[in-house]
């Protein structure tokens, strides 16, 4: 069973920093991508950032320059360190991933950030920005 565990969500001021990770487990580690992805609250979930079995990283417009997407491939884990925060980011921060084989082109969900290209989704971690 593949899982994907999202953690080190919370409550920050405006202008703080946060760093989410998420843990997988049950699948080829390198052979699929992995996003992130948000939902606010009576919102539409969109992605935030990617990283690709190549180590290229992709952005949103609105994210770029202040969250930065890692992943430590012996720990199966991605990273999503958050700062100058803002009640805009207030959302639900999910993971998922996706294969990047020549038989589904899971890079080009996660290069484009694109939610229905992504195969397994962990259950999210809530991130609350005040101020």
């Known amino acids: 069973q593949v899982l994907l565990e999202e953690s080190g969500g919370g409550s920050v001021e405006s202008g703080g920093s946060l760093t989410l990770a998420c843990r997988t487990s049950?699948?080829?580690?390198?052979?699929?991508?992995l996003a992130w992805f948000r939902q606010a609250p009576g919102k539409e979930r969109e992605g935030v950032a990617a990283i690709l079995v190549n180590g290229t990283t992709a952005y949103a417009e609105s994210v770029k320059d202040r969250f930065t997407v890692s992943q430590d491939s012996a720990k199966r884990t991605m990273y999503l360190q958050m700062s100058d925060l803002t009640p805009g980011d207030t959302a639900t921060y999910y993971c998922?991933?996706?294969?990047?084989?020549?038989?589904?082109?899971?890079?080009?969900?996660?290069?484009?950030?694109?939610?229905?290209?992504?195969?397994?989704w962990g259950k999210g971690t809530e991130v609350t920005v005040t101020g």
């Open positions: 998922a991933n996706a294969r990047s084989t020549s038989f589904y082109p899971g890079h080009h969900y996660c290069r484009n950030l694109l939610e229905r290209g992504m195969e397994y």
């Open positions: 049950n699948y080829p580690y390198d052979k699929y991508c």
